[in-house]
């Protein structure tokens, strides 16, 4: 897939945060551990103490579920990060988290069992301890109901016989019968729009420390022109489904980045997937429930659109600059790379439909050996197709952008930048023709110059893009 990677960072809650805690930071329990980090807050008490003061808080609530005792981040990373000090690693994403938030951290840097995949556990505490304690002593007898909630006479907590029910209790006069260390829950941790800074802050720390230009990572943007892929985890019982749809989506991110290239504008690609993906899903699931195989059939049916608008869409002439201007140069060269390559996917694809049109046709006891021919074909075509996908991703890394869409929004905007200086300098020069023969000053060549350098910065920058938010939803 073309688009740049996206960073692979998912927020889950915790019902269980000290144990938790010692699954991730337990060396007997992980064969890949590198290095554990706590903030200076954390005592050997503190999670059990934080754990013991939220159930306490969720009894007296009356609420239904689990109780939420800690929250986590799981931080995916590049593999070129093993070069740095373990210890080192854990603690920068610890303590940038830390300083911003301003809550208890504990955190360790694992790999997996198969070495394939580098990445932070990162337990986090919704609430602060208290600079002074809270303890409220009993000015009489207190009663507690088996919710814990507080009855006003002890006659609410009898049975019929006069003897306190199971699950009742009695806090005499003088004892403690509320204590709090730390404050209430900040809400602020429940908000999509935190799980979105907090992607941004350690996405932008991963892409300060890569080494490798090709290993910059960008946040997904939800609502953008491209789908997110789904992660699987270990021992997921919806594996094969969940690589059926991804496979799906990959097919639509690649004919968008096609798209992309030929010209088509962001907008009519948006269109296309608002009304032949997400309207035809949600009618799907209003009429069927939901269906994996019908989510992916509208996915294949949305990209054949897209590659029908993209066989008719005709791009306008490329104008000539009359202007010496390197950069753009270098721009065009890598646009015609890039068109060259569409107009290959774009052959094959054709090609690929006709076979798999003759594949439907073939049918018959007496032409298996047919079909299977037709098949050999339809796949080499396919790896055919991904190598050229692969090809056009590393053109446009090679000239300093992320991914397609990054290199097209600046070259369609310098592009109509230098026509509107071609036509500044074609009025001046019919307006003064001792400076056609040896122009001293040409108009506003500067601020052009500034412009497209301007662009060609923020297109090699890495993108913020918003997140309505999936999580990492890897959005890879």
Not at 133 to 158: C, S, W
Not at 180 to 198: Q, R, S, Y
Not at 273 to 289: N, V
Not at 446 to 462: F, I, N, T
């Amino acid at each position: 897939m073309l688009i740049g990677r996206h960073s692979f960072i998912r927020q889950s809650k915790l019902s269980d945060v000290a144990g938790r805690i010692d699954y991730i930071s337990n060396p007997k329990r992980q064969e890949y551990l590198y290095a554990t980090y706590q903030t200076e807050g954390v005592t050997p008490e503190f999670w059990k103490n934080l754990a013991r003061e939220n159930q306490l808080d969720f009894k007296t609530s009356g609420s239904a579920g689990k109780c939420i005792e800690g929250r986590e981040f799981i931080i995916a990373l590049p593999e070129s990060f093993v070069q740095y000090r373990a210890d080192d690693v854990v603690r920068l994403f610890t303590e940038s988290f830390h300083k911003r938030y301003g809550v208890e951290c504990s955190a360790a840097l694992h790999h997996n069992k198969a070495k394939t995949n580098y990445h932070i556990h990162l337990v986090f505490s919704e609430r602060k301890m208290l600079e002074q304690p809270e303890v409220k002593i009993a000015t009489r007898n207190m009663f507690y109901d088996e919710q814990g909630k507080h009855r006003r006479t002890k006659k609410e907590v009898l049975d019929e016989q006069g003897n306190l029910r199971a699950g009742c209790s009695i806090i005499p006069k003088g004892e403690v019968y509320e204590s709090h260390i730390f404050t209430k829950k900040d809400e602020w941790f429940k908000n999509k729009a935190f799980t979105k800074e907090v992607k941004e802050l350690f996405t932008d720390t991963i892409n300060r420390y890569v080494k490798e230009e090709s290993e910059k990572l960008s946040v997904f943007q939800q609502g953008g022109v491209y789908l997110a892929t789904k992660k699987i985890g270990k021992n997921n019982p919806k594996t094969e489904e969940i690589k059926a749809d991804n496979a799906a989506r990959q097919e639509w991110n690649r004919t968008v980045d096609v798209a992309l290239v030929e010209g088509v504008p962001e907008e009519d690609i948006l269109k296309i997937k608002q009304e032949k993906i997400t309207d035809k899903t949600l009618q799907s699931i209003k009429t069927h429930g939901w269906l994996p195989d019908m989510f992916s059939q509208i996915i294949r049916g949305a990209k054949d659109f897209l590659q029908e608008v993209i066989f008719k869409f005709k791009l306008p002439p490329k104008p000539v600059p009359k202007i010496d201007l390197q950069e753009w140069k270098d721009m065009q060269k890598v646009m015609e790379k890039l068109q060259k390559k569409s107009q290959e996917i774009k052959h094959i694809q054709q090609e690929i439909h006709s076979l798999k049109k003759q594949l439907s046709e073939t049918r018959g006891v007496f032409k298996g050996k047919e079909r299977k021919s037709l098949e050999r074909k339809i796949e080499q075509a396919e790896k055919s197709e991904k190598r050229m996908h692969t090809n056009m991703e590393q053109i446009a890394k090679a000239a300093g952008y992320p991914d397609v869409q990054s290199f097209a929004k600046v070259y369609y905007k310098s592009k109509k930048l230098v026509q509107e200086y071609n036509e500044e300098l074609k009025e001046w020069k019919d307006q003064t023709e001792q400076k056609k023969k040896k122009p001293l000053v040409q108009p506003k060549k500067a601020s052009v110059l500034e412009k497209l350098h301007q662009y060609q910065q923020e297109g090699r920058q890495q993108p913020k893009r918003s997140v309505k938010e999936k999580s990492m939803d890897r959005e890879r």
